[in-house]
């Protein structure tokens, strides 16, 4: 399964996203997020993670066990940079969004 995320679209502050994040890896299936922009199953055994955040595109695909310690830390433990703890601006962004028409490409 490949999922893309978009931090862009959720102004939660670091904290809350790890939280948020480590139950998404816990259960991929389980509920629907502001963030996630597609869920595409591409046949494979492991989860793929495509995010956009903090002006990057950070791609992983995890191994049972980076799943485990994302399960427990969120995404952040993955990543080889420090998010940013506080974001702002994803109700301009949610707004732009809602000017496109509905047959647009995506971002």
């Known amino acids: 399964m490949k999922v893309l995320i978009d931090r862009d679209l959720c102004d939660a502050n670091l904290a809350y996203c790890q939280r948020c994040s480590a139950a998404f890896f816990r259960y991929p299936e389980g509920s629907d997020r502001l963030c ?12 793929t993670i495509v995010m956009q955040t903090d002006g990057r595109v950070l791609e ?12 427990v830390e969120g995404w952040e433990a993955l990543a080889d940079f420090d998010p940013a703890l506080f974001r702002k601006g994803a109700m301009d962004r949610w707004r732009h969004l809602r000017q496109l028409p509905a047959a647009h490409a995506a971002l």
């Open 36 to 47: 996630i922009r597609d869920i595409i199953e591409d046949g494979k055994d492991t989860l």
């Open 60 to 71: 992983m695909e995890l191994t049972e066990e980076d799943r485990q310690l994302a399960s």
